[in-house]
């Protein structure tokens, strides 16, 4: 089992940065790959960004590319996603999103372990 916690949501201005942070506990050996996914009320949960093991094959939704940046940092078992020049629409609640697998899938079905979410909501 994988237990993942976010943190750093928050309210920010149309325009403005935060960062996010996933910090996984529990059985972690092995090689993971960690995502993050959103959720906007009355939408499906949609795919923003993954990132393989050791930083391997970062992936980025369309929609934030440019704007928003994942890295993750292995020796303290925490990934981060970095979010730019954020846009009222960037507003949802932000799922950290786990699984042993080789490669970034984009659908939330492939991924096992979920953390809690946290709440972004930029302001126009």
């Known amino acids: 089992q994988v237990q993942l916690v976010e943190s750093g949501g928050g309210l920010v201005q149309a325009g403005g940065s935060l960062r996010l942070s996933c910090a996984p506990s529990?059985?972690?050996?092995?090689?993971?790959?960690m995502a993050w996914f959103r959720q906007a009320p009355g939408k499906e949960r949609e795919f923003v960004a993954g990132?393989?093991?050791?930083?391997?094959?970062?992936l980025l939704a369309d929609s934030v590319k440019g704007r928003f940046t994942i890295s993750r940092d292995d020796a303290k078992h925490t990934v981060y996603l970095q979010m730019a020049s954020l846009k009222p629409e960037d507003t949802a609640v932000y799922y950290c999103?786990?699984?042993?697998?080789?490669?970034?899938?984009?659908?939330?079905?492939?991924?096992?372990?979920w953390g809690q979410g946290t709440q972004v909501t930029v302001s126009s």
């Open positions: 999103a786990a699984d042993f697998m080789k490669y970034v899938e984009v659908t939330p079905q492939a991924y096992d372990f």
């Open positions: 529990g059985d972690t050996a092995g090689s993971y790959v």
């Open positions: 990132i393989g093991w050791s930083s391997s094959s970062p």
